[in-house]
DNA sequence: TGCTAATTGCAACAATATTACAATTAACCT
DNA sequence: AGGTTAATTGTAATATTGTTGCAATTAGCA
């Protein structure tokens, strides 16, 4: 059973004409089960527990497809790479991030990102791709507390 | 003629019981000028430039230190560290990051924080910090083109 | 099944970041 | 002003992360 949200990702690497490799699939599959994010180096961790070697620059470019491809995403106050889940049009990715368990969700909301934009339209300037990142705690950590 | 900012920023440093020493100086001062972020070796590059040499470790604890009292700030959209120049009582922070100058502006929006906050909290997460970059094209590059 | 361009592995290296400990210095005190 | 001390910086060694060129392999296609 391979989930949806890695057959898209495996149809937009065809689409785009790049191969479907046992690396990236690999690769997609560990992105997939994670809650949070991984440095190129955890995946290559984890998918040795599970006796498959993939070399580390393997990893680092295939992740650069990814985020190229807006299948995955690098996050700044995790520090790694998440796999995207929401269809990325609008160039604008939102996530929250938790300080406690490193579990992080997606989340969109296109009013937000169109406002924003105008915000920044305001001052000249024209926002091709917008990050937003928002660190704290997640519900189960705070009732947990 | 010392920088407002950087005055303020001194300020900080003192009542929050933190020597002001020459290497904090110089590190507050090439970030204030640097309209763009800057990485730590960037910063050493420029300082030796002046005949001013730091240890790129004392580099990277200023800079820690610096981020911990919202004096500065990490961005990843431009993979350095910024001088921030508005006050983060809200820890939200913005930055608009143009793609072929790299120039940085911060800018800020109560409004816009408190929305993104509720929309966090709708889904039972509580945001304790936030970072929104939008990288794009700043005005005096899309006249040029 | 064989061909070919795309992809991966390998090796070497470059850049970035951290740690422990010794030397220095800013801030405070008379 | 000069001495004291805790905070800060420098040094050295090391760990981690990221990149490049080139040879070996493989997915996708005829």
Redesign the interface.
Known sequence: MIAPVIQDSIRVLQTQGYKVTKPRRQVLGVLEEAQKSLSPYDIQRILRQRGKYLNHVTIYRILHLFCRLNLAH????AGGFVKCVLDKKEGCHRF?I??CCGTL?E?A?DE?CQ???K??QN?????????????????DC?KKQ
């Open positions: 690098k996050v700044l106050s929250l938790c300080r969700q989340f909301d937000l406002h924003e934009k915000l920044a001052s000249g300037f024209h926002t091709e791709y917008h990050l937003s990142e928002s660190l704290g705690i997640c519900s705070s």
